[in-house]
Nanobody, 121 residues
Framework: QVQVVESGGGLVQAGGSLRLSCTAS????????MAWFRQAPGKEREAVSC?????AYADSVKGRFTISRDNAKNTLYLQMNSLKPEDTAMYYC?????????????????WGQGTQVTVSA
């Protein structure tokens, strides 16, 4: 059974930083494509970043967020710098088997429960 668990969310002031972590078990992590999504209240869930054989970022986070992974620890990270109030959302980690990542919600079949990020003005 695949389990995906996020951590690291919290409350931060605008301009600050946070690092999210995601551990995944029950799948071949090194060969999995991993991604971060987020969902703000009243809005659709949107892709933030993904990593596999390639790496991709949403335009809204390019230059501020960095995705990385430690395959030895089965852990995915999202370093978020220069945070803005509009980054406030529930952040979800997602996984799927496959080589190339895609910034599409439908591409992922394993999801975590989310971790809340709140950025105050």
């Amino acid at each position: 059974q695949v389990q995906v668990v996020e951590s690291g969310g919290g409350l931060v002031q605008a301009g600050g930083s946070l690092r999210l972590s995601c551990t995944a078990s029950g799948l071949a992590f090194a060969g999995a494509t991993m991604a971060w999504f987020r969902q703000a209240p009243g809005k659709e869930r949107e892709a933030v970043s993904c990593t596999g054989w390639n790496t991709a970022y949403a335009d809204s986070v390019k230059g501020r967020f960095t995705i990385s992974r430690d395959n030895a620890k089965n852990t995915l990270y999202l370093q978020m710098n220069s945070l803005k109030p509009e980054d406030t959302a529930m952040y979800y980690c997602a996984a799927r088997s496959g080589a190339y990542c895609a910034l599409e919600r439908s591409a992922y079949n394993f999801w975590g429960q989310g971790t809340q990020v709140t950025v105050s003005a």
